[in-house]
C-alpha cells in the first residue's frame, strides 16, 4: 500500500477543520502556528497567543507585516476586528486558569502514557519552555501537531520520552489519533486531555 505524505499545511488545514465554532485556541510557536491560516471563515474562532494577544488573526500578506504585533514564535501576526493584545501576565492568568479550551502544541516527542517533549535548553533554546509548561496543564484539551518521524527517520511516537519532557500531562481522548497519509508520514493531530 502507498501513502503519500501530508505536507505541514495539509496537516494544519485537518486540524483547523476539527476546532469547533466558539472556541479559545492557543497555538504553540512552530508548526501550530500554521493552523491560524486554514481557519475555516464561517466559524468564529478566538486565537490566543501567550505574549498577550487574544483574536490573533492569519499571517499578514508580505510587506504587510508589523514587527510590533508579533506571536509568541517572533512572527508577525494581523490582529482580528475586536481582538486585543495586553501584559503576559494577563496571558498567563488565562492558560492558568483554565481559559482556553485548546492548545495545539508541537512536540519532539510524545510517549504511549502521554508524557509531551517539546521544549529544550540548547542552541537558541526556541522552543524553550516559555509558556507550553502552563499551557499543557492550563488547557482544557491539548493536541498535539507533529509528523511522525524526525528527519533522520526516527519515530516521534515513543516509548518513554527521552528530551525534556512533561509528565503525564496528557491523556487520550476521543480517538487516540488521526494519521493521514499512513505510517511514517504526516501525523495529523493527536488529541489529549490535560489532567
Not at 117 to 134: C, E, L, S
Request: charged residues 15%; neutral net charge; proline residues 5%.
Amino acid at each position: 500500500m502507498n501513502y503519500t505524505k501530508l505536507g505541514r499545511d495539509q496537516i494544519a488545514a485537518r486540524i483547523a477543520g476539527d476546532i469547533p465554532e466558539g472556541a479559545y485556541v492557543n497555538l504553540g510557536i512552530g508548526m501550530p502556528t500554521l493552523v491560524g491560516n486554514h481557519l475555516p471563515k464561517d466559524r468564529e474562532i478566538f486565537l490566543h497567543s501567550e505574549n498577550g494577544i487574544l483574536g490573533m488573526g492569519p499571517a499578514p500578506a508580505p510587506g504587510r507585516e508589523d514587527m510590533d504585533l508579533i506571536n509568541a514564535g517572533k512572527e508577525p501576526v494581523t490582529l482580528l476586528t475586536g481582538g486585543a493584545y495586553f501584559h503576559h501576565t494577563d496571558s498567563f492568568a488565562m492558560m492558568r486558569g483554565r481559559h482556553l479550551g485548546i492548545a495545539v502544541l508541537g512536540a519532539f516527542q510524545v510517549s504511549v502514557s502521554g508524557d509531551l517533549a517539546n521544549w529544550h535548553t540548547g542552541g537558541d533554546a526556541i522552543p524553550a519552555v516559555g509558556g507550553a509548561m502552563d499551557l499543557a496543564v492550563g488547557a482544557k484539551n491539548v493536541w498535539v501537531m507533529m509528523e511522525h518521524l524526525t528527519k533522520s527517520g526516527e519515530s516521534k511516537i515513543v516509548e518513554r520520552c527521552t528530551g525534556a519532557f512533561f509528565r503525564g500531562v496528557a491523556a487520550p481522548h476521543r480517538s487516540a489519533a488521526v494519521t493521514l497519509g499512513g505510517p511514517g508520514c504526516g501525523l495529523s493531530s493527536q488529541r489529549w486531555t490535560s489532567r
